[in-house]
């Protein structure tokens, strides 16, 4: 077959690459196809004009029935032949042609003869052929045959009658089903690759029994299979079987690991790398697990073959996710790969290092990182950034080196998605670690200096508007915001502008100062940036005395609109200009699509400019705008905290259902997110039926069903419960959604008039002591627990029972409590038998939590804790003790 990309000659200074394939046309190809009708075939015409004729179809182009019809036939005719390349070109155009039922006759008994053929290729091809073009009807003629291509001896033929079988069981699993002894026969083959199609058969035929699949595992995990093509997939199917097992042997080993960590001293690379990969990607992996296959990984790293090497680091990347402390080791070799010639080798290095790293090893690899970025695309420097930011989280005291890092490749060249993530990052981290505000500030100012991007600049002014206000020393950044208003365009000056009154609004000194500036704005020639200097001029009072901005001001420059856009904009769409002007109260307030994580898959949390403030005192969550919009709940006050959503429904299912913990101090409200997944019903009068009979101190106070759930578009309905206010109080729910059903017309999309009521069981829910409590971090943990004092200390210790290490103790207290670790205290260093973990938190009312946790394990593996805990209020301090004490 020619190469689609040639060079024309040896001429060097003339060498021009050119395709064989270059002005190919359909008439033109059909044309040529004439020749095979010649009584003297030419073998190597003919391949050539088959050649340009699949070329042609796999380019996309359409040949018409009766095209395709002569080309069909005349193809037949080259079974004369007996041209070894030619017939291989026939077999694979009567494939790519797929006749019809009735034209398939024409050839099903040359395709039978080939395959009973002495020549091994022809039976090979063949069978491939009439298993691509046959129905049921053939297939039932030829499965004689077929089961004996399966146990040939010669493997080529085997092998295509395995991988027909794989097609086969698509459209035709009964006929098979049938062939399972010739199947579990050629999995005993000595051939490689015929036993690898052969374990990919046998395990699609039996999938569907979960006692069948675990036999088949069991059997050849005892040492049968040679290919190790097929030890990677039987490695793959043992990992389903263990992960669908579930359960450990009676002496607390997994079942199958020991195969498992067997095959990490195979011969043969791909199968070391499939167990080690196997045993990383397990449930609940243990330290103890994870070591063999981390030191196989670890002697991959320094192996001279690149795809070895980014194979084992990419692994390590992921584990260094979940357990980075098991990678540590790996560092030393890590630290080599970042002059890798790979830049994905190194990228992948580097990330893995910033997640492994201790605190001290923080500037030594800032340095390596600072000569690696120049050399890397914008994708790869992306998942640097954002390892960084996970890293300053992580060891906040270090926020100073990794800002500075962050703010120098800000002034680098990149594009877009990579400005934008280094930006992003550096909110956040002026988000989380308070200490970092006013440099991280200083850094997003300079940027916007010579920013080319509208987006970023317009964003950081908004969040410069929101945080500038509130440093020690908010002067400092009005130079930089109106040097926007000078030099930038309309729609950066009209955000310039916007920021100034917010500093007006916050700051009484600058008031002076910001009104001559927004005067200046007056004479601008975008109407925009006029409007909205006349705008703040006038709410501001600058025409008048400088007095303290009133609260209504503040809440319209600083507040978010109580309507959702989406309603907006379909209202303004909507409203015809008339005498009478148009009324933002006339929008619906109800949200019809799901506001942030209410998806049925939950997305990633956002994150940067375009995530929501995440401190308690925000006011500005959109759930708090959706509730209050409710007039059933609109009396309960400020809403304290959101959970993430819960799933009642398992995938796949009928129904999609999740729900969405609201805590008030004296009520608790359940969002239930449904999505109807049926495409033939409506449903309608959505209702969850709530029963708090386990749930003693909760009482439902009020509901708000859904009116109608279309297929496809997800709604909400919601149950709202009293509870002692300021207590918190726990329970579990059982919930039962009730609908009427009508079935929906697929053609005119109608739904009928009459419905049936139903009713589906969801999972129960449960309230615990965790969702009362914010996650929120302190950045410098000593000082915040000594500078809240020892007045409402609380110190107890505690016996955890048998566990299967510390970390999973830890894990455990964290969860049940709630709260933000801290210092990254969360991870456990492995074969620790002694640990220290820092928690904070603010508890329902606003009262700030601080909690030092101290494990230790014995020989025995009992881990005994002590607890001690602060916070602002005596009452809180026994609660905790109390949670801890009955969890």
Same mark, same amino acid.
């Not at 946790?853 to 209020?873: C, H, I, N, W, Y």
């Given at each position: 077959?020619?190469?689609?990309?040639?060079?024309?000659?040896?001429?060097?200074?003339?060498?021009?690459?050119?395709?064989?394939?270059?002005?190919?046309?359909?008439?033109?190809?059909?044309?040529?196809?004439?020749?095979?009708?010649?009584?003297?075939?030419?073998?190597?015409?003919?391949?050539?004009?088959?050649?340009?004729?699949?070329?042609?179809?796999?380019?996309?182009?359409?040949?018409?029935?009766?095209?395709?019809?002569?080309?069909?036939?005349?193809?037949?005719?080259?079974?004369?032949?007996?041209?070894?390349?030619?017939?291989?070109?026939?077999?694979?155009?009567?494939?790519?042609?797929?006749?019809?039922?009735?034209?398939?006759?024409?050839?099903?008994?040359?395709?039978?003869?080939?395959?009973?053929?002495?020549?091994?290729?022809?039976?090979?091809?063949?069978?491939?052929?009439?298993?691509?073009?046959?129905?049921?009807?053939?297939?039932?003629?030829?499965?004689?045959?077929?089961?004996?291509?399966?146990?040939?001896?010669?493997?080529?033929?085997?092998?295509?009658?395995?991988?027909?079988?794989?097609?086969?069981?698509?459209?035709?699993?009964?006929?098979?089903?049938?062939?399972?002894?010739?199947?579990?026969?050629?999995?005993?083959?000595?051939?490689?690759?015929?036993?690898?199609?052969?374990?990919?058969?046998?395990?699609?035929?039996? *999938? %569907?029994?979960?006692? &069948?699949?675990?036999?088949?595992? !069991?059997? #050849?995990?005892? /040492?049968?299979?040679? +290919?190790?093509?097929?030890?990677?997939?039987?490695?793959?199917?043992?990992?389903?079987?263990?992960?669908?097992?579930?359960?450990?042997?009676?002496?607390?080993?997994?079942?199958?690991?020991?195969?498992?960590?067997?095959?990490?001293?195979?011969?043969?690379?791909?199968?070391?790398?499939?167990?080690?990969?196997?045993?990383?990607?397990?449930?609940?992996?243990?330290?103890?697990?994870?070591?063999?296959?981390?030191?196989?990984?670890?002697?991959?790293?320094?192996?001279?073959?690149?795809?070895?090497?980014?194979?084992?680091?990419?692994?390590?990347?992921?584990?260094?996710?979940?357990?980075?402390?098991?990678?540590?080791?790996?560092?030393?070799?890590?630290?080599?790969?970042?002059?890798? *010639? %790979?830049?994905?080798? &190194?990228?992948?290095?580097?990330? !893995?290092? #910033?997640?492994? /790293?201790?605190?001290? +090893?923080?500037?030594?690899?800032?340095?390596?990182?600072?000569?690696?970025?120049?050399?890397?695309?914008?994708?790869?420097?992306?998942?640097?950034?954002?390892?960084?930011?996970?890293?300053?989280?992580?060891?906040?005291?270090?926020?100073?080196?990794?800002?500075?890092?962050?703010?120098?490749?800000?002034?680098?060249?990149?594009?877009?998605?990579?400005?934008?993530?280094?930006?992003?990052?550096?909110?956040?981290?002026?988000?989380?670690?308070?200490?970092?505000?006013?440099?991280?500030?200083?850094?997003?100012?300079?940027?916007?200096?010579?920013?080319?991007?509208?987006?970023?600049?317009?964003?950081?002014?908004?969040?410069?508007?929101?945080?500038?206000?509130?440093?020690?020393?908010?002067?400092?950044?009005?130079?930089?915001?109106?040097?926007?208003?000078?030099?930038?365009?309309?729609?950066?000056?009209?955000?310039?502008?916007?920021?100034?009154?917010?500093?007006?609004?916050?700051?009484?000194?600058?008031?002076?100062?910001?009104?001559?500036?927004?005067?200046?704005?007056?004479?601008?020639?975008?109407?925009?940036?006029?409007?909205?200097?006349?705008?703040?001029?006038?709410?501001?009072?600058?025409?008048?005395?400088?007095?303290?901005?009133?609260?209504?001001?503040?809440?319209?420059?600083?507040?978010?609109?109580?309507?959702?856009?989406?309603?907006?904009?379909?209202?303004?769409?909507?409203?015809?200009?008339?005498?009478?002007?148009?009324?933002?109260?006339?929008?619906?307030?109800?949200?019809?699509?799901?506001?942030?994580?209410?998806?049925?898959?939950?997305?990633?949390?956002?994150?940067?400019?375009?995530?929501?403030?995440?401190?308690?005192?925000?006011?500005?969550?959109?759930?708090?705008?959706?509730?209050?919009?409710?007039?059933?709940?609109?009396?309960?006050?400020?809403?304290?905290?959101?959970?993430?959503?819960?799933?009642?429904?398992?995938?796949?299912?009928?129904?999609?259902?999740?729900?969405?913990?609201?805590?008030?101090?004296?009520?608790?409200?359940?969002?239930?997110?449904?999505?109807?997944?049926?495409?033939?019903?409506?449903?309608?009068?959505?209702?969850?039926?709530?029963?708090?009979?386990?749930?003693?101190?909760?009482?439902?106070?009020?509901?708000?069903?859904?009116?109608?759930?279309?297929?496809?578009?997800?709604?909400?309905?919601?149950?709202?419960?009293?509870?002692?206010?300021?207590?918190?109080?726990?329970?579990?729910?059982?919930?039962?959604?009730?609908?009427?059903?009508?079935?929906?017309?697929?053609?005119?999309?109608?739904?009928?008039?009459?419905?049936?009521?139903?009713?589906?069981?969801?999972?129960?829910?449960?309230?615990?002591?965790?969702?009362?409590?914010?996650?929120?971090?302190?950045?410098?943990?000593?000082?915040?627990?000594?500078?809240?004092?020892?007045?409402?200390?609380?110190?107890?210790?505690?016996?955890?029972?048998?566990?299967?290490?510390?970390?999973?103790?830890?894990?455990?207290?964290?969860?049940?409590?709630?709260?933000?670790?801290?210092?990254?205290?969360?991870?456990?260093?492995?074969?620790?038998?002694?640990?220290?973990?820092?928690?904070?938190?603010?508890?329902?009312?606003?009262?700030?939590?601080?909690?030092?946790?101290?494990?230790?394990?014995?020989?025995?593996?009992?881990?005994?804790?002590?607890?001690?805990?602060?916070?602002?209020?005596?009452?809180?301090?026994?609660?905790?003790?109390?949670?801890?004490?009955?969890?």
């Amino acid at each position: 077959m020619a190469q689609p990309l040639m060079k024309k000659d040896d001429d060097r200074d003339d060498e021009v690459d050119y395709s064989p394939f270059m002005g190919i046309e359909k008439g033109a190809v059909l044309q040529e196809a004439r020749v095979f009708h010649d009584p003297q075939l030419d073998p190597r015409r003919c391949s050539q004009v088959i050649t340009r004729l699949l070329y042609l179809l796999n380019q996309g182009e359409t040949f018409t029935k009766i095209e395709a019809t002569e080309v069909f036939f005349a193809v037949t005719k080259l079974f004369q032949s007996r041209d070894t390349g030619l017939r291989r070109m026939v077999y694979l155009i009567i494939k790519e042609l797929s006749p019809s039922s009735d034209e398939v006759i024409i050839v099903t008994s040359s395709l039978m003869k080939d395959m009973n053929s002495k020549t091994d290729m022809y039976r090979a091809n063949a069978i491939r052929v009439l298993c691509r073009i046959t129905d049921g009807t053939l297939l039932t003629q030829i499965e004689r045959y077929l089961k004996q291509a399966i146990v040939d001896k010669n493997p080529v033929v085997s092998s295509a009658a395995l991988v027909s079988g794989i097609h086969l069981l698509q459209t035709n699993p009964e006929v098979v089903k049938r062939w399972s002894n010739e199947v579990q026969e050629a999995v005993q083959s000595r051939a490689a690759l015929v036993q690898f199609h052969a374990l990919a058969l046998l395990h699609q035929i039996r *999938q %569907n029994d979960r006692l &069948a699949v675990s036999k088949l595992v !069991t059997s #050849l995990t005892r /040492g049968t299979v040679r +290919s190790p093509l097929a030890q990677c997939l039987l490695i793959r199917y043992t990992s389903q079987v263990i992960r669908e097992s579930g359960t450990n042997t009676p002496t607390g080993d997994r079942p199958f690991y020991d195969y498992l960590e067997g095959c990490l001293r195979h011969k043969a690379e791909m199968v070391i790398f499939e167990a080690a990969r196997a045993i990383t990607e397990l449930n609940g992996v243990t330290s103890r697990e994870l070591t063999p296959a981390i030191t196989v990984l670890q002697l991959f790293l320094s192996s001279s073959k690149p795809v070895l090497r980014f194979a084992a680091v990419r692994t390590l990347n992921k584990v260094a996710m979940t357990h980075p402390m098991a990678v540590t080791n790996c560092n030393i070799d890590m630290e080599s790969l970042i002059s890798d *010639q %790979n830049r994905s080798i &190194a990228t992948l290095a580097i990330t !893995t290092l #910033l997640k492994t /790293g201790n605190e001290s +090893s923080v500037d030594r690899l800032m340095k390596q990182i600072t000569n690696f970025m120049s050399d890397i695309a914008d994708e790869f420097k992306i998942v640097v950034v954002e390892a960084i930011r996970s890293l300053c989280l992580k060891f906040p005291l270090k926020y100073r080196s990794l800002m500075n890092f962050l703010s120098n490749i800000l002034k680098e060249e990149g594009g877009f998605e990579y400005k934008k993530a280094i930006v992003d990052s550096i909110v956040i981290l002026i988000r989380d670690i308070p200490d970092a505000k006013e440099s991280g500030l200083l850094h997003l100012c300079e940027f916007i200096e010579d920013c080319e991007f509208t987006y970023l600049s317009t964003q950081i002014l908004h969040f410069l508007g929101n945080e500038g206000p509130k440093t020690t020393d908010p002067s400092k950044y009005i130079r930089y915001i109106y040097n926007r208003v000078i030099l930038e365009n309309a729609t950066v000056r009209a955000a310039a502008v916007s920021t100034l009154a917010k500093f007006g609004a916050m700051v009484d000194l600058l008031k002076p100062r910001i009104f001559v500036l927004l005067r200046r704005c007056l004479f601008d020639s975008d109407d925009e940036v006029r409007d909205r200097a006349t705008l703040y001029l006038d709410i501001l009072g600058g025409d008048g005395d400088v007095v303290e901005t009133d609260k209504d001001v503040k809440e319209f420059l600083f507040g978010t609109l109580d309507v959702p856009l989406a309603n907006l904009e379909t209202s303004l769409k909507n409203y015809e200009p008339s005498e009478e002007p148009f009324d933002i109260n006339s929008v619906p307030k109800e949200v019809k699509s799901q506001p942030l994580a209410e998806k049925k898959a939950p997305g990633k949390k956002p994150t940067g400019l375009g995530a929501p403030p995440t401190a308690p005192a925000s006011g500005v969550d959109a759930y708090e705008k959706l509730l209050s919009s409710i007039p059933e709940f609109s009396s309960f006050g400020k809403l304290f905290k959101s959970s993430a959503p819960v799933e009642l429904t398992e995938a796949e299912t009928e129904y999609a259902v999740n729900v969405i913990k609201h805590i008030f101090d004296g009520h608790v409200v359940f969002q239930y997110n449904c999505t109807n997944t049926i495409p033939e019903q409506l449903l309608e009068n959505v209702t969850v039926i709530v029963d708090a009979s386990e749930a003693e101190e909760f009482a439902e106070a009020a509901s708000k069903p859904l009116k109608s759930l279309p297929y496809d578009v997800p709604g909400q309905t919601f149950v709202a419960f009293q509870k002692p206010e300021g207590l918190p109080a726990v329970g579990k729910f059982s919930n039962i959604l009730r609908f009427i059903v009508k079935e929906v017309d697929p053609s005119s999309g109608e739904a009928e008039e009459d419905g049936l009521e139903d009713e589906y069981h969801l999972e129960d829910l449960e309230v615990v002591a965790a969702d009362y409590m914010l996650k929120v971090a302190v950045s410098n943990f000593r000082n915040a627990w000594e500078s809240m004092g020892s007045d409402f200390e609380r110190v107890d210790e505690y016996g955890l029972g048998p566990r299967e290490s510390l970390a999973e103790a830890v894990n455990a207290v964290i969860s049940l409590l709630g709260m933000q670790p801290c210092e990254g205290t969360e991870v456990v260093p492995s074969n620790s038998r002694s640990h220290t973990c820092l928690l904070s938190g603010v508890f329902i009312g606003n009262v700030k939590v601080l909690v030092r946790l101290q494990f230790g394990l014995d020989t025995s593996r009992e881990v005994a804790m002590k607890l001690a805990v602060r916070s602002e209020d005596e009452a809180v301090s026994d609660t905790i003790q109390e949670i801890v004490a009955s969890g």
